[in-house]
């Protein structure tokens, strides 16, 4: 699907996201951090939390939420729920940090991915039917943090 040019930055940070998800899942070897150890790939994930999916979530929850906000009742609780999602991630971060990096990369991985197809699938579809032509308002806000991203 066609994104609206608003849109369009986030979901290229999708698109490099997944791919850091996919590749520290434990049974992945298709990207070049899915073959890097355990130890690189949790450095490399805690540098790409801190540096490109804080500000990326920020976008969403300071920038694209609040004009979706209060327009529809199943929208309202989407983005609620990916809210909370936002939160799960920051503390899956925490706990690779604490140990067992392995099973808590791969949890990660498969959190991150169903977050993103969530955000991709259902809200910026939902979002994009009932804000229409009102996501101009906020046209040239969201830039996509991803570029430096290197994985
Ligand atoms: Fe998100
Ligand atoms: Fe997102």
């Not at 070897?29 to 790939?41: M, P, R, Y």
């Not at 976008?59 to 327009?71: C, D, Q, R, V, Y």
């Amino acid at each position: 699907m066609k994104r609206h040019k608003t849109i369009i930055p986030l979901s290229h940070d999708h698109h490099v996201m997944l791919k850091m998800a996919q590749g520290i899942k434990k049974n992945s070897i298709k990207t070049d951090l899915g073959t890097s150890s355990i130890s690189n790939k949790v450095k490399s994930v805690i540098h790409a939390y801190n540096t490109e999916l804080l500000p990326h979530f920020n976008h969403e929850e300071t920038i694209l939420f609040p004009l979706a906000k209060g327009k529809d009742a199943n929208l309202d609780i989407l983005i609620s729920e990916i809210i909370d999602e936002h939160d799960k991630i920051g503390e899956a971060i925490a706990k690779i940090e604490e140990g067992n990096q392995e099973q808590n990369l791969d949890d990660l991985g498969f959190l991150l991915e169903l977050h993103i197809r969530k955000e991709e699938r259902e809200v910026f579809s939902k979002i994009e039917e009932i804000l229409g032509d009102e996501l101009n308002i906020i046209d040239g806000q969201i830039y996509a943090v991803t570029d430096s991203c290197g994985i």
